[in-house]
């Protein structure tokens, strides 16, 4: 298994500890300080990528749990609503984003902003966060944004705009636990619900319908 380089910075400073404390003697310490470490680095890991579909899929970006399903205004998008699907990320949940889909990255906006609990309706709107909006090969624009938590202390993404990317690609990390926010056009049938669980980039979330999206509750 793979592990994301934002991880050194923590495990190895409690790898070092753990050391310091077997050399004193302090041995239950050392094996609290060591276990701590290798918390911290599972927390870090990248799980591989298998999906095999169709390449009008739109993949979950993020591992959690669905919390909402709604319908929000993104200008960048155009002057009609998108579907949101709104992923929350536990502790205990992977923190690596991939990709939804295949395309160049348009823009990728950043703003600052409070900790609140990733869990609240507002947070999209007042944590740190940052948007990033892929143009499809068939000109569909898919948004992605990574939203900052209570104890999440910084959004990190790996693309910019005017960059390509494929299906599935890492394309960021949210220190702890966070939300991810997938954006689709309003024509789009969302496969998902509230409630659950979605795994990143296996799980299936949306495709392209010329059918009228269905409410989602």
Known sequence: MRFAHEAWPFVLPLVALSAILAWAGWSWSSALAFVLAIGMLIFFRIPSFRFVGTEDAILAPAW????????????????????????????????????????????????????????????????????TILQREDGDCIALTQIAGLVARRVVTYVAAGVDVDRGQLIGLIRFGSRVDLIVPATYAVLVKAGQRVRGGATIMARPSLEPPRSQS
């Open 64 to 131: 959690g749990l669905v919390t909402r399903i709604d319908s929000v205004m993104i200008p960048e998008l155009g002057a009609q609503p998108a579907q949101r699907i709104v992923t929350f990320l536990s502790l205990f949940d992977v923190h690596v984003q991939r990709s939804p889909c295949a395309g160049r990255v348009m823009k990728s906006r950043y703003a600052r902003g409070r900790k609140v609990a990733a869990f609240r309706a507002d947070a999209g709107e007042i944590n740190e966060r940052r948007m």
